[in-house]
């Protein structure tokens, strides 16, 4: 005998297989939206890691006359400061005076140094630059000149347009750079090679992004003991690998032309391997 209650549990069968097939619809299309948001994010992050440098916008200018003494820290707002008078040299003559100069200890932030930029900053001891931005290097963009102890750090910031170097080490001690960006240069680090008082010098690059045209990323001397490290150098439009990532030198004291010594890692002096360096 059929159950008089067999269609509707028919038709409540069929209602439960529409709102089955709903809910699958509805998870489906969440996970459709899910992965599209992942990929999204994913792609944002791609692009976002691949581009180069964002460079800061000035909050204003001040022109220096005289060099500016740092001691402590000093916070520059992003405001760009440009020599004037005394200070007005942007070529490549020994001997001009900074923007800055720090003594011992001090810390020199978020600041913009425009053209003309003299002799850009110059650190007596142990410094740390953050988020220091060169729009165009006038004679070097920063000469460290402490002694064997000296620590000088280098965090975030970037430097454009230097016909010569970017930093200079006439000092002893050690430098660290990271997160640093730099465009159309010459040499991004000198051992100074022909100083009167000459010391062994270390310096660390880590996470730098480098854009042609340029010559060389460091310059040291073997003579003296230099050592320098690269890690994470990203290097853009340098698809012949002309750009020399570590050259090294014979110093000397006497103020004459420091002769080349070879080039490339070594394990000793010059402290990368291929994979350190990726080129875009």
């Known amino acids: 005998m059929t159950s008089r209650t067999e ?11 529409r709102r089955t097939d709903r809910k699958r619809a509805v ?3 969440m ?3 899910a992965l599209t948001g992942a990929a999204i994010v994913t792609s944002t992050m791609m692009s976002t890691a691949s581009a180069a440098t964002a460079w800061p916008t000035a909050n204003g200018s001040e022109a220096v006359s005289a060099t500016i003494p740092v001691s402590g820290t000093r916070d520059g707002g992003y405001k760009r400061y440009y020599g004037s008078g005394e200070l007005a040299g942007d070529g490549q003559e020994e001997g001009q005076d900074p923007i800055f100069q720090l003594a011992d200890g001090a810390t020199l932030k978020n600041v913009i140094i425009g053209k003309p930029g003299a002799d850009g900053v110059h650190c ?3 410094c740390t630059l953050q ?4 729009e165009d290097v006038g004679e070097d963009a920063a000469t460290f000149r402490g002694g064997n102890s000296a620590v000088y750090t280098v965090y975030g910031g970037g430097a454009k347009k230097a016909a010569d170097k970017v930093f200079q080490h006439n000092g002893g001690g050690k430098l660290v750079v990271s997160k640093f960006a730099v465009q159309d240069f010459k040499t991004l680090y000198r051992s100074c090679g022909n100083c009167s008082k000459q010391y062994k010098r270390t310096s660390i690059f880590n996470t730098i992004e480098v854009t042609t ?6 310059g ?4 003296y003991g230099d050592t320098t490290a690269l890690r994470n150098v990203t290097i853009i439009g340098d698809s012949s690998k002309k750009i020399v990532p570590c050259q090294k030198y014979i110093g000397n004291n006497t103020g004459a032309e420091p002769t080349t010594n070879g080039s490339g890692p070594d394990g000793t002096s010059c402290n990368y391997t291929a994979s350190d360096i990726t080129y875009q």
Request: charge should be positive.
């Open 7 to 17: 269609p509707r549990a028919v038709e409540h069968r069929a209602r439960h297989r």
């Open 27 to 29: 998870i489906g299309g």
């Open 31 to 33: 996970s459709a939206l």
């Open 124 to 126: 007596l001891g142990s």
């Open 131 to 134: 988020n220091v931005w060169w």
């Open 213 to 218: 045209p340029g010559s060389r990323l460091v």
């Open 220 to 223: 040291i001397n073997t003579n």
